[in-house]
């Protein structure tokens, strides 16, 4: 038997020499970071590529988030999801702002734009939905209630790189979309992040705010932190961004294979893709119903795990089981049933460009009885 580990995911990595190449020219440059050539550089070849008008880099996708909720000023309360990772909402507790949590559509995983009317009070300044798993959320809808109500909208992009719904980038939604380079994503930096914004003057502003609110040399125009990229890094995201399609499309590989022999197991759900949009293959959940699969989700997760397969139950527990979040009023489970039953049935297969065929099926064989 092969036991070789399988992970949810492994980096997507350039190639070393060429990467010794660009390394030489910063030594030889001495100028390691503080917007330099290669951060400049990764910034125009982003905005192109993801087709955005402006990307402000950043050293991880938490930063951006707590940045753009400082930028746009917002207070009081948030409506947010509980079905994501921690960062989406300790971000607004770091700007000392309640998260409202609002249930999921489980046809997507995402903030359901019906539920969320329901949740302003006098207190909301934003909303803050999350693209899971790269699926796009119903942004026209978000945006309709955000205008009705002059609210701001801050889309946690994290998953959702190169992600397109009929030509047009995700990114381009809301007031701001940030997202994350973490070595597990999609695109990565190692650590990394970004933010995208409509206008120069927005980008100007998160400039000065991402280097401690620093406009020159002697001007600080407000209270910024430090959350820039490096030299290093900004080099090895332009080689990943090189390869970064063809790792979409052997993702996409993966996904095809999953469905094809998933679409035949009796209480086994997942999500296809959806016609118009240009998905990026960053997770493959899966949903077990225990009735009809004749197993727990935790059970086939362990099962799993013996024969060294290590999927994830990203998302679970959701964000709102935490201790910080778990007293407040929105989190009660009665108000979430929606997420609560995907964080509790909810297992991401191993989803990587660097999975084989032999791969794929010994994680296929662990499923299928
Ligand atoms: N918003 C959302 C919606 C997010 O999902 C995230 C991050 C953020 C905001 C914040 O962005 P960042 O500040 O992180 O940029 C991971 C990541 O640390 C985190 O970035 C990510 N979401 C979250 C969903 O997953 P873990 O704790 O699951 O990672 P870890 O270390 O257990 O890695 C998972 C597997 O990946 C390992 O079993 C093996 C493989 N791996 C991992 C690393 C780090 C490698 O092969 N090489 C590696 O270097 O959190």
């Avoid at 990394?192 to 001007?219: C, P, S, W």
């Avoid at 094809?260 to 999500?271: P, Y």
């Avoid at 949903?287 to 099962?303: N, V």
Wanted: glycine fraction near 6%; charge should be neutral; proline fraction near 5%.
């Amino acid at each position: 038997m092969n036991n070789k580990f399988i992970t949810v995911t492994s980096p997507l990595l350039p190639d070393l020499e060429t990467f010794h190449g660009m390394l030489k020219e910063i030594w030889e440059s001495k100028f390691i970071t503080n917007n330099g050539s290669f951060h400049k550089q990764l910034e125009k070849e982003l905005a192109a590529y993801l087709k955005v008008p402006y990307v402000s880099l950043f050293t991880n996708g938490t930063l951006p988030l707590i940045t753009a909720l400082q930028a746009l000023r917002v207070t009081g309360e948030v409506i947010t999801t509980p079905y994501s990772f921690v960062a989406t909402t300790h971000a607004l507790w770091w700007n000392g702002i309640k998260p409202v949590f609002v249930d999921v559509d489980p046809n997507t995983g995402n903030l359901d734009p019906d539920k969320i009317e329901a949740a302003i009070t006098p207190k909301t300044t934003a909303i803050m939905p999350v693209h899971v798993y790269g699926k796009p959320c119903d942004t026209k809808r978000i945006q309709e209630i955000a205008d009705r109500y002059g609210l701001k909208v801050i889309y946690d992009a994290a998953h959702a790189f190169g992600v397109e719904v009929d030509g047009e980038s995700v990114l381009n939604a809301g007031d701001m979309s940030t997202l994350s380079f973490h070595a597990t994503k999609v695109y990565n930096t190692i650590e990394g992040g970004a933010m995208v914004m409509h206008d120069e003057k927005t980008k100007q502003r998160i400039d000065y705010l991402k280097n401690f609110g620093f406009a020159g040399e002697t001007t600080v125009v407000g209270p910024g932190i430090n959350s820039k990229m490096d030299e290093v890094r900004s080099a090895y995201g332009i080689l990943n961004l090189r390869q970064v399609d063809d790792a979409i499309s052997a993702r996409k590989e993966v996904a095809i294979e999953y469905r094809k022999v998933l679409r035949n197991v009796e209480g086994i759900t997942f999500f296809d893709d959806i016609p118009g949009v240009k998905h990026n293959y960053s997770y493959f959940p899966i949903f077990i119903d225990e009735q009809k699969y004749g197993m727990s989700r935790d059970d086939l997760y362990m099962k799993m795990r013996e024969a060294q397969v290590y999927g994830r139950r990203y998302f679970y527990p959701l964000i709102s089981e935490f201790s910080t979040y778990r007293g407040l009023e929105s989190a009660d489970p009665k108000n979430l049933p929606n997420a609560h039953k995907m964080a509790n049935t909810v297992i991401c297969l191993p989803m990587h460009h660097a999975l084989s065929k032999e791969d794929i099926q010994r994680i296929l064989s662990l499923i299928v009885k």
